[in-house]
């Protein structure tokens, strides 16, 4: 599994040799929390901050693959019944992933201004967590957000993205089950990101890309 993930990423990665004009940059700033043993259910569980940067790959002016690097910090506090006791954790997960993004309407930064759609985003990544222990996992995440042209070349988008992880050590609590019972969907630990990112594309137009026609023809009325 972890080896179909590295090949995965390392092939995603190289798309920024394939053309910068297709291309955004932007910055993340956000928080990240935690869904596990000590927190079951609530989705904005003991927030801490977050950020990190992306590259995008815009397909056509409805597709395009992201590449990204996030971080935020993890806490939780709670009772256990498997120790009968309180305990806590806190740490940090480092994550780089590859999304493929589906806008629901045409989109770009160099579209008409306020030009906006929702969107959704499901991609593999690897993530470095530094929890109870270190270690890296594989990780599947998944998001849905909005996004805006605000002016020009520049773009604001909201989001909020679940991370499916294959790992339920993340507070130092396993679930004491027999090795036959594991499946794909056992309790494993889960994390989320949600905040804003601001979007910038360096080129002033997208000549010579026929995907973006619509956009141009746009921009002319």
């Known amino acids: 599994m972890k080896k179909i993930f590295w090949f995965f990423l390392i092939g995603i990665f190289s798309l920024p040799l394939a053309g910068q004009r ?18 079951p259910s609530r989705l904005m569980y003991s927030p801490l901050p977050a950020g990190g940067f992306f590259y995008r790959y815009n397909l056509n002016p409805r597709q395009a693959i992201r590449t990204s690097f996030l971080v935020g910090g993890l806490m939780a506090s709670g009772f256990s019944f498997q120790k009968s ?3 806590s954790f806190s740490g940090t997960v ?7 993004e589906f806008n629901f309407f045409p989109y770009s930064t160099q579209g008409k201004r306020w ?19 270190f270690t890296y996992q594989p990780v599947i995440p998944f ?12 773009g604001l988008e909201v ?7 294959f790992y339920d050590n993340f507070d130092g609590l396993k679930d004491f089950i027999a090795p036959s019972d594991y499946s794909w969907y056992h309790n494993n630990d889960w994390y989320s990101f949600a905040g804003f990112s601001f979007t910038w594309k360096i080129y002033n137009r997208l000549a010579g890309c026929p995907a973006f026609n ?8």
């Open 22 to 39: 297709n291309a955004d940059y932007g910055v993340f700033a956000g928080v990240s929390s935690y869904i596990g043993d000590l927190n």
């Open 85 to 87: 006791q309180t305990v």
């Open 94 to 100: 480092s994550e780089w992933s590859t999304q493929f």
């Open 115 to 133: 030009n906006g759609t929702p969107y959704i985003a499901a991609g593999a990544g690897i993530v470095f967590i530094n929890t109870v222990v």
């Open 143 to 154: 998001s849905l957000g909005f996004k805006i042209n605000i002016y020009k070349n520049l």
């Open 159 to 165: 989001e909020y993205g679940f991370r499916k992880t």
């Open 214 to 221: 619509d956009v141009d023809t746009r921009k002319k009325h």
